[in-house]
């Protein structure tokens, strides 16, 4: 089991930084991915970026060229660095992390998700 926890959110004007952090805990042999998604208030939930264990990072179009995910294996933690923020990017943003586990000669690939931080910006 992986246990997930995001935090770094706030109110924010437009123009803004935030940096959000992902940090995950448990019993895994490998992370596979972390992503970020975001939903907003009365919208489906969309996905924002990802990172994965062999370093392929992509964006959503709307992430791209001012958000940059980050990675940090070593202390368990990834980050969403959030740059130039617009009251579009107003959201409650989640974390999911791809995790790899093997037990008894199985591999799964299990997905897990944290409670989410709010990110609010004002215009």
């Known amino acids: 089991q992986v246990h997930v926890v995001e935090s770094g959110g706030g109110l924010v004007q437009t123009g803004g930084s935030l940096r959000l952090s992902c940090a995950y805990s448990?019993?895994?042999?490998?992370?596979?991915?972390i992503t970020w998604y975001r939903q907003a208030p009365e919208k489906e939930r969309e996905w924002v970026a990802r990172?994965?264990?062999?370093?392929?990072?992509t964006y959503s179009d709307s992430a791209k060229d001012r958000f940059t995910i980050s990675w940090n294996n070593a202390e368990k933690v990834g980050f969403l660095q959030m740059n130039r923020l617009i009251p579009e990017d107003t959201g409650l943003y989640s974390c999911?992390?791809?995790?790899?586990?093997?037990?008894?000669?199985?591999?799964?690939?299990?997905?897990?998700w944290g409670q989410g931080t709010q990110v609010t910006v004002s215009s």
């Open positions: 999911k992390v791809k995790a790899l586990i093997v037990n008894l000669g199985r591999t799964s690939f299990p997905e897990f």
């Open positions: 448990g019993t895994f042999s490998g992370i596979g991915s």
């Open positions: 990172s994965t264990g062999d370093d392929r990072i």
